[in-house]
């Protein structure tokens, strides 16, 4: 996905080109520096995966309020169950709520600027042109 992004961020109007009449505004977008590769997003990132499969939903923000050191337990002490990833052991939200997907990435050392989600596609290409 990086490098879709990337793809996108430097050369936007040669990306949005397929776009046709849909992205009349095009042209409103200047080029970006690409992003780097981060360990932390990726890790948070397959955290997330894991725990949506695991606890059988789709969606930004965890179900639970997840524990916070996730990011050494996962993926060797935890493979993203409530049991395991969620504060009590269970799918549910403590006082202060669910961890919203920013705080979910943080708990990983990170810092979000956005998150990319697609289900039920099978290559990068239709994830990122959804």
């Not at 793809?7 to 776009?19: E, F, G, H, K, M």
């Not at 992003?35 to 997330?48: G, K, P, Q, T």
């Not at 939903?57 to 990011?71: E, R």
């Not at 990833?85 to 939200?93: D, E």
Request: include cysteine.
């Amino acid at each position: 996905m990086l490098e879709w992004m990337n793809r996108a961020r430097v050369d936007p109007q040669a990306d949005l080109v397929a776009c046709g009449a849909a992205c009349s505004d095009r042209a409103c977008y200047s080029a970006q520096p690409p992003m780097r590769w981060s360990e932390e997003l990726n890790h948070s990132a397959r955290f997330h995966a894991a725990e949506m499969a695991r606890q059988g939903y789709f969606a930004h923000d965890s179900k639970c309020t997840v524990v916070q050191n996730i990011d050494g337990l996962y993926p060797v002490a935890c493979d993203g169950s409530a049991s395991c990833a969620c504060v009590g052991g269970a799918a549910s939200c403590t006082s202060g709520g669910c961890t919203a997907w920013t705080a979910r990435i943080g708990l990983f050392g990170a810092a979000a600027g956005g998150e990319m989600m697609a289900g039920g596609v099978t290559d990068p290409n239709s994830a990122f042109y959804l």
